[in-house]
Protein backbone atom coordinates (compact mmCIF):
# COMPACT_ATOMS: atom_id res chain seq x y z
CA UNK A 1 0.00 0.00 0.00
CA UNK A 2 2.88 2.30 0.70
CA UNK A 3 4.71 2.28 -2.28
CA UNK A 4 1.48 2.32 -4.34
CA UNK A 5 0.76 5.81 -2.15
CA UNK A 6 4.38 6.76 -2.52
CA UNK A 7 3.89 5.93 -6.55
CA UNK A 8 0.50 7.72 -7.24
CA UNK A 9 2.23 11.00 -5.12
CA UNK A 10 5.47 11.22 -7.30
CA UNK A 11 3.00 10.67 -10.90
CA UNK A 12 0.98 13.51 -9.04
CA UNK A 13 3.80 15.76 -8.39
CA UNK A 14 5.35 15.11 -12.10
CA UNK A 15 2.40 16.35 -14.01
CA UNK A 16 2.25 19.28 -11.36
CA UNK A 17 5.84 20.40 -12.21
CA UNK A 18 5.76 19.28 -16.13
CA UNK A 19 2.49 22.28 -16.14
CA UNK A 20 5.02 24.84 -14.89
CA UNK A 21 6.86 27.04 -17.21
CA UNK A 22 10.83 26.71 -16.42
CA UNK A 23 11.69 29.41 -19.15
CA UNK A 24 10.02 32.23 -17.16
CA UNK A 25 7.98 32.79 -20.71
CA UNK A 26 4.45 33.88 -19.39
CA UNK A 27 0.84 32.64 -20.71
CA UNK A 28 0.65 36.02 -22.60
CA UNK A 29 3.65 35.74 -24.16
CA UNK A 30 3.94 33.00 -25.29
CA UNK A 31 0.26 33.25 -27.16
CA UNK A 32 2.11 36.48 -28.97
CA UNK A 33 3.84 35.70 -32.22
CA UNK A 34 4.53 39.76 -32.35
CA UNK A 35 6.43 40.84 -29.30
CA UNK A 36 8.08 44.28 -28.51
CA UNK A 37 10.74 44.88 -30.46
CA UNK A 38 9.35 42.86 -33.69
CA UNK A 39 8.25 44.25 -36.71
CA UNK A 40 5.06 44.23 -37.30
CA UNK A 41 3.78 41.58 -40.06
CA UNK A 42 2.30 42.37 -43.44
CA UNK A 43 -1.32 43.00 -43.82
CA UNK A 44 -4.39 44.43 -45.92
CA UNK A 45 -7.90 44.94 -44.52
CA UNK A 46 -10.70 46.92 -46.01
CA UNK A 47 -13.28 49.00 -44.68
CA UNK A 48 -15.93 51.77 -46.07
CA UNK A 49 -13.19 54.63 -46.28
CA UNK A 50 -11.24 51.80 -48.26
CA UNK A 51 -7.96 49.87 -47.65
CA UNK A 52 -4.73 49.92 -45.23
CA UNK A 53 -1.71 47.81 -44.96
CA UNK A 54 1.36 47.65 -43.20
CA UNK A 55 2.41 50.19 -45.60
CA UNK A 56 0.47 52.85 -45.09
CA UNK A 57 1.59 52.82 -41.71
CA UNK A 58 5.33 52.89 -42.79
CA UNK A 59 6.15 56.57 -41.02
CA UNK A 60 3.74 56.93 -39.00
CA UNK A 61 3.46 56.61 -35.04
CA UNK A 62 0.92 53.70 -34.77
CA UNK A 63 -1.78 52.81 -32.15
CA UNK A 64 -2.70 49.72 -33.37
CA UNK A 65 -5.68 47.78 -31.07
CA UNK A 66 -7.26 44.04 -31.85
CA UNK A 67 -10.03 43.38 -29.98
CA UNK A 68 -13.99 41.59 -29.58
CA UNK A 69 -17.00 43.70 -29.07
CA UNK A 70 -17.87 40.33 -26.90
CA UNK A 71 -14.99 40.50 -24.78
CA UNK A 72 -15.55 42.05 -21.67
CA UNK A 73 -11.81 43.06 -21.12
CA UNK A 74 -12.09 44.74 -24.91
CA UNK A 75 -15.25 46.86 -23.21
CA UNK A 76 -13.08 48.18 -20.52
CA UNK A 77 -10.28 49.17 -23.03
CA UNK A 78 -12.93 51.41 -25.76
CA UNK A 79 -13.06 53.73 -24.22
CA UNK A 80 -9.91 54.61 -23.28
CA UNK A 81 -9.26 54.17 -26.76
CA UNK A 82 -11.47 56.39 -28.15
CA UNK A 83 -11.00 58.93 -25.95
CA UNK A 84 -6.97 58.81 -26.89
CA UNK A 85 -8.32 58.45 -30.70
CA UNK A 86 -10.25 61.70 -30.05
CA UNK A 87 -7.00 63.52 -29.01
CA UNK A 88 -4.94 61.69 -31.79
CA UNK A 89 -6.93 62.04 -34.99
CA UNK A 90 -5.89 65.31 -36.13
CA UNK A 91 -2.28 64.24 -35.75
CA UNK A 92 -0.97 63.40 -39.44
CA UNK A 93 1.82 61.80 -37.85
CA UNK A 94 -0.30 59.11 -36.28
CA UNK A 95 -2.41 55.94 -36.95
CA UNK A 96 -5.28 55.11 -34.62
CA UNK A 97 -5.81 51.57 -36.02
CA UNK A 98 -8.78 49.53 -34.93
CA UNK A 99 -9.19 45.45 -36.02
CA UNK A 100 -11.86 43.51 -34.90
CA UNK A 101 -11.58 39.76 -34.51
CA UNK A 102 -13.57 37.45 -36.05
CA UNK A 103 -16.65 39.44 -36.19
CA UNK A 104 -19.42 40.87 -38.76
CA UNK A 105 -20.26 44.24 -39.56
CA UNK A 106 -23.35 44.16 -38.00
CA UNK A 107 -22.00 43.33 -34.93
CA UNK A 108 -19.61 45.66 -34.58
CA UNK A 109 -21.24 48.53 -35.91
CA UNK A 110 -24.28 47.68 -33.35
CA UNK A 111 -22.13 47.75 -30.49
CA UNK A 112 -20.38 50.41 -31.28
CA UNK A 113 -23.62 52.58 -31.69
CA UNK A 114 -24.40 51.25 -28.05
CA UNK A 115 -21.26 51.99 -26.59
CA UNK A 116 -21.28 55.15 -28.40
CA UNK A 117 -17.79 54.88 -29.90
CA UNK A 118 -17.23 57.07 -33.09
CA UNK A 119 -13.41 55.66 -34.26
CA UNK A 120 -13.23 53.69 -37.34
CA UNK A 121 -12.32 50.37 -37.40
CA UNK A 122 -11.69 47.14 -40.07
CA UNK A 123 -13.33 43.56 -40.10
CA UNK A 124 -10.68 40.38 -39.34
CA UNK A 125 -13.79 38.58 -40.48
CA UNK A 126 -11.47 35.21 -40.96
CA UNK A 127 -8.99 35.99 -38.03
CA UNK A 128 -5.87 36.41 -40.74
CA UNK A 129 -4.53 39.01 -39.49
CA UNK A 130 -4.72 38.45 -35.55
CA UNK A 131 -3.20 35.14 -36.48
CA UNK A 132 0.17 37.16 -38.08
CA UNK A 133 0.01 38.60 -34.11
CA UNK A 134 -0.98 36.06 -31.78
CA UNK A 135 -2.99 32.92 -31.02
CA UNK A 136 -5.02 34.81 -28.57
CA UNK A 137 -6.43 36.98 -25.93
CA UNK A 138 -7.71 39.82 -26.35
CA UNK A 139 -7.42 43.13 -26.58
CA UNK A 140 -4.02 43.46 -27.27
CA UNK A 141 -2.84 47.24 -27.89
CA UNK A 142 0.02 47.53 -29.61
CA UNK A 143 2.56 50.60 -29.94
CA UNK A 144 4.18 50.73 -33.03
CA UNK A 145 7.58 53.57 -34.18
CA UNK A 146 7.60 54.81 -37.64
CA UNK A 147 9.93 51.94 -38.04
CA UNK A 148 7.09 49.22 -38.31
CA UNK A 149 8.31 47.87 -34.36
CA UNK A 150 6.35 47.03 -32.05
CA UNK A 151 7.49 49.25 -28.61
CA UNK A 152 4.76 48.64 -26.26
CA UNK A 153 2.03 45.99 -25.84
CA UNK A 154 -0.88 45.65 -23.64
CA UNK A 155 -2.36 42.23 -23.39
CA UNK A 156 -5.96 41.56 -22.13
CA UNK A 157 -5.70 45.00 -20.13
CA UNK A 158 -4.52 48.71 -20.21
CA UNK A 159 -3.91 49.81 -17.14
CA UNK A 160 -2.94 53.79 -18.35
CA UNK A 161 -5.12 56.59 -18.99
CA UNK A 162 -6.17 57.75 -22.28
CA UNK A 163 -4.00 61.04 -21.79
CA UNK A 164 -0.57 58.90 -20.63
CA UNK A 165 -1.53 56.78 -23.71
CA UNK A 166 -1.44 59.73 -26.04
CA UNK A 167 1.46 60.70 -24.33
CA UNK A 168 2.97 57.65 -24.88
CA UNK A 169 2.26 57.26 -28.27
CA UNK A 170 3.47 60.73 -29.92
CA UNK A 171 6.61 60.00 -27.94
CA UNK A 172 7.49 57.16 -30.12
Known sequence: ???????IFSLLMACLFSC????????YEASSYIKVGDEIPDFTLSNEAGALSKSDLAGKKTLLVLFATTC???QRVLPVIEA???VLKSDPAVA????????TAGAVSSYWAEAQ????YYLDTDRAVFNTFAK?????????NPLQRVVEMHVESLKISAGELCRRVQAL
Not at 1 to 7: I, R, S, V
Not at 96 to 103: G, K, N, P, Q
Not at 117 to 120: E, I
Open 72 to 74: GDC
Open 117 to 120: LTMP
Open 84 to 86: AWN
Open 136 to 144: AYTPRVYLI
Open 20 to 27: VRSDGEDL
Open 96 to 103: VVLISREE
Open 1 to 7: MKETTTF
